[in-house]
């Protein structure tokens, strides 16, 4: 008997979509993706008990990308995933070289504070996030199982983009992979005092400890119906059907 | 030959026209600044809590408030300050005694290193001079030098490259380390540490100490910089929030601010480069009737601060865009307050009364 999974998500979605429908895993799992584009989850609430943007033009786009027409009902699954949606450590990434702390290896960087002003700063972007919206709401109408995805990490194709291979380069050159994680682990526990799980990238998807590799992100498609418009060259952000076929078969859900 | 000295004295100088007879939202003539504060110059905030009042209102004017040590990117406002981020030009919390100013200024040019360091609470680690800007504190001692050093660095480019500096004068009584004289921003064992009588003593700074305080930390400047900056200083407003003295807190209240305005009013009686800004006249004086202190009698309302700022930006900057006009002052105690906004060690000393 498969376990009915509700995938919820915005444009990081074409990628377990992709990997589920294209490499489906011998899993007894039956998932459901419901997604909207942009910022489209933002305005995501139980609208008739039925889990469903408010906004009218994501509302339009989440029903069409399910194949089901409607929105989801909590009472149909038994557990739910939800992914993107900002769930990424970009303020730790963003202030890497500027601001060391008693974790980190970065002599030369101009401040040295606290790992708990880190973990706060990272704690308040997840906070706010979409992702975090759509989660408490979750939580709010089921007592099934949340699984938190964290975004993959960036391309390792980003050292083709100046900026943001020198952004960075520092982490690699320091070798302060671990006080990155440490700020994603610092996370999870607030999460799981929610009651909250998170699923971890595949670690066969990794690049240096920090990037995916390559592979997963080249032929990423955009989240549109059809999944196979690719997105711009040079998207360091969103992965292919291969790194979700890798999500599937690895999780535990 | 006049009948009188007084006959010639301006109507600012008589109690009648210049206060009794005056809007107290707009005493005219109260203050005339002895030197520009021009928007490009480099101005640099310190002092006891009411001085974040002024930096606040400098940089929403644009004026050039020097932040050596800026929040993390993408840091909002309300986590920036329980960090202490932007509250003064660098990250040393609440500097409420000129003696205080004068050891920072002297650590940061390697002249003096302060005794008793660190402060321990509960297995974390705090820095004695700042106990409030790490509210988790460290893991280790270690790590509390290293972010002090870093600290250090920056508040001795600040001390060289700032052209003003304003300092808002908050507390004569302190505690202090009794063997080394290490002055402390606040009680051990209010944030951090642990009171130990035989370590620690009070100290009610008088008039003479506190301004050769200051008379110090400008020499430090003056040896330390080929040009020295210009100073503007206030006196605080806030009341006390506890004594140490053993006398009724209104007493030591009053002789606190009194030490204060009389330092400041020597500082700009006797040096050129010294201004004094009234903002302790503005919010204190009889003719508000206390309207500028919120119901607790401490806080200073958002009028009476913009009462102050519009004062002083009037003559720093004519041109700039007005400041709300003055509302009535609420007195309800649980209405939010400009002072909810600022970071003021000194009211957890509000904790500890019966």
Known sequence: MSRKICVLGNSHIAALKGGWETAAPAKPLSPDFFGALSKGMESLALIDGKLLPSDPEAAAFYCDISGKGTGAIPEDYEAFVLCGMGMFPNPVFNNYASYATPSTHNTSAEYYVSDACLDDLLWDHIDRSMMMHCARLVRAVTDAPVHLVWQAFWSEALFNIEWRATQMSPILENNDQDYIHARMRAVETRLSDEGFSVLQQPKDTLAQGVM???????????????????????DVFHMNSDYGAK????WEI | MSSSP?????????????????????????????????????????GSCFAQHIARNLRARKFNVLNYEPAPRGMRDDLA???????????YGNIYTAAQLLQLAREAFGNTIPADRVWEKDGRFFDAQRPGVEPSGFASPEEVLTARAHHLAHVRRMLLEMDVFVFTFGLTEAWIHRESRTVFPTAPGTIAGTFDPELYEFKNFTHAETLQSFVRFKRVLKRERKKTPRYLVTVSPVPLTATATGQ???????????????????LFETHRDVDYFPSYEIITAPVTGGAFFEANQRSVTEAGVNTAMRTFLEQHDPDGAPIAPAKD????????????????????LEAFAP
């Open chain 2, 248 to 266: 009724h807190v209104l007493a030591a209240s009053t002789y606190s601010k009194s030490v204060l305005r009389g330092v400041a009013g020597e």
């Open chain 2, 329 to 348: 002052a609420p007195k309800q105690a649980d209405v939010q307050t400009p002072e909810d906004d600022l970071v003021c060690e000194e009211a957890f």
């Open chain 2, 81 to 91: 300050q329980k960090y202490q981020f932007g509250t003064y030009s660098c990250r």
């Open chain 1, 247 to 250: 999500c599937w078969n690895t």
């Open chain 1, 212 to 234: 995916t590799k390559e592979e997963f992100s080249r032929g990423s498609v955009l989240f549109r119906e059809g999944l196979n418009q690719p997105h711009r060259d040079n």
């Open chain 2, 6 to 46: 007084y006959e010639n004295v301006p109507g600012r100088g008589f109690w009648r026209s210049g206060v009794v007879e005056q809007n107290p939202h707009a005493i005219k003539e109260l203050y005339t600044p002895k030197f520009p504060i021009r928007r490009h110059e480099a101005v640099a905030t310190a």
